[in-house]
């Protein structure tokens, strides 16, 4: 907890140093969930049908997640050009960004739905996607982070479906990045094959156009992590890790990025990362998260502009 206090008070520094921005008048304010398993958290979308593990061959296809997402940035190649054919996607040329085709019954696995555009289930994270773009649109917000109190919750769930959502249905380009440095798990849900990643720029042994990873959509790039780095508060501190924010934020002016991030109650990791974001998305996991981790959660967050919560596993 002292490290989180400390995280904290260095948060609201370096906030204040930057001028902290007044949070989203229209933001979706949680209800605390009750530790008993009723779902009363209030939801920043209405909740989707849940979807199963795993699937049989005579089974119906896995429904949405309980609690779907979507958010959408414009396109942009994620790379300069540097040698080799241009590979187009849609109308966005991707070079050196190595394209990598996804396999759509393993994202279905994974729960990752937002991939098909006329799929039923996407319908909520279709909303909270339009909810989340028009209010970081209305204050000029172009980071994300999602975050939730414990590990679980449906973090890189959400992130992924509402990258995918954004992507997909809108003509917004957006970098999903797995910030969850001890726990990444985007490559694993998309089925990415082994490459270098995050981890691998992180001890300069690649450059950063080397990460950056085409899913076959136009408008995605992901920045994987395939391998759990364990000083991973002190990493997220480094001023490598803070250039490479910048870059990442500065490089394309119109791309929306979504930060996949550690749970807030668990190490400081997210908490000393948050004053590099404009706004955050909580995911609260119903049954799960309880009223207190909630109101702990949401304190820690006071510096931040919390664009809404998410009630995902609900029914
Ligand atoms: N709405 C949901 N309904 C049922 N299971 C879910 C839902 N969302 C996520 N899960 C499952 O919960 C587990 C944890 O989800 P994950 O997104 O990895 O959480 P986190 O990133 O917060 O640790 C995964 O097995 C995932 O498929
Ligand atoms: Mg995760």
Known sequence: MERIKEAVMRARAQREKEGAM???????????????????????????????????AS????????????????????APAQ???????????????????????????????????????TVSFDRL???IMRTMKDNGWRTLAV??????????????????????????????????????????????????????????????PEVFVNPGIPRL????????????????????MHNMVSEIRNRYDTRLVIFDLPPMLTTDDALAFLPQVDCALVVLASGQSTKSQVKETMALLQTTNVVGTVLNKGD
């Open 83 to 121: 040698g080799g054919g241009a590979l187009t996607a849609g109308n966005i040329e991707y070079r050196q960004t190595k394209v990598v085709h996804l396999d759509p019954s393993h994202l279905e696995k994974n729960r990752i739905i937002s991939f098909r555009k006329t799929d039923e289930r």
């Open 22 to 56: 007044v949070p989203a008048s229209d933001a979706v304010e949680p209800q605390p969930a009750e530790s008993s398993g009723a779902p009363s958290t209030a939801p920043a979308v209405p909740a989707a049908p849940v979807a199963p593990a795993t699937q049989d």
């Open 59 to 78: 089974s119906p296809p896995p429904a949405a997640p309980d609690t779907p997402a979507a958010s959408t940035s414009p396109a942009a190649p994620a």
């Open 221 to 240: 790039t992901l920045l994987p992590n395939h391998k759990a780095i364990l000083n991973s508060a002190e990493t997220m501190m480094t001023s490598k």
């Open 129 to 131: 996607r339009t909810v």
């Open 147 to 208: 975050t939730s109190p414990t590990a679980s919750c449906g973090k890189t769930t959400v992130a992924l479906n509402l990258a995918l959502s954004i992507a997909h249905q809108t003509e917004q380009t957006v970098l999903l990045a797995d910030f969850d440095l001890r726990d990444p798990n985007i490559a694993e849900y998309l089925g990415l094959p082994e490459s270098p990643s995050l981890v691998d720029y992180l001890s300069d042994q690649v450059s950063l």
